[in-house]
């Protein structure tokens, strides 16, 4: 009977060694062009892979806030103003889709306690004037039609330059996504926006 049991006890320890996990293997981190890459222990990929923001993550996040809002006060001219209801179905689009990339943004401020504002709006790429914005919303009719459209055309533009310049320059993996959202959305309403301009 002892031999019995002992048979069971070895075949248990033997079940076990099998059924063991192995010991995780290192993960090789990239390093920047021409640099030499370091082995990471895997409980430390995701704070040495993800580098933390730089100053033009920070800097690309504060704009284009400020960038959004410009574009979503513009589109509030329209449901008034516009004549054309495919204008209006676009001022809608830009606005449901700016409104909830604003607060992804400002979470993203918060996470990495990288509040601010940018102070000098003009030299923001597509920034309307205030003259501008004045104009636009004293416009009625066709001629608002248009004056959106040309306004939302280098707005849009403006956006895209910025997003490009960060994916350049910014170092934050969550940044580099928000831009090529901005790149891919905002390319594609420009297109829409140019054909529809040429047809008023």
């Not at 059924?19 to 990471?40: F, L, N, Q, R, Y």
Request: aromatic share 4%; glycine share 8%; proline share 6%.
């Amino acid at each position: 009977m002892r031999s019995g049991v002992l048979v069971i006890v070895a075949a248990s320890a033997l079940l076990a060694g099998c059924t063991s996990e192995p010991p995780a293997a290192p993960v090789i981190a990239p390093d920047t062009p021409g640099g030499t890459a370091s082995v990471v222990a895997p409980g430390d990929v995701s704070a040495r892979v993800t580098p933390p923001p730089n100053d033009a993550d920070r800097e690309y996040v504060a704009m284009m806030i400020a960038h959004h809002e410009q574009a979503l006060a513009m589109t509030r001219f329209a449901p008034d103003r516009a004549e054309n209801e495919t204008v209006k179905g676009l001022a809608d689009r830009i606005r449901f889709s700016q409104e909830p990339e604003i607060g992804a943004m400002k979470q993203w401020q918060r996470t990495f306690n990288a509040i601010g504002t940018h102070g000098d709006h003009s030299s923001m790429p597509g920034m309307a004037t205030q003259d501008q914005l004045n104009a636009l919303g004293a416009a009625r009719g066709k001629d608002f039609d248009r004056m959106f459209l040309e306004l939302m055309i280098k707005h849009h533009e403006g956006a895209i330059k910025m997003a490009t310049d960060v994916r350049a320059a910014g170092s934050n993996v969550q940044v580099e996504e928000m831009a090529d959202d901005v790149v891919a959305t905002q390319d594609d309403e420009i297109k829409r926006m140019r054909k529809l301009l040429a047809e008023l």
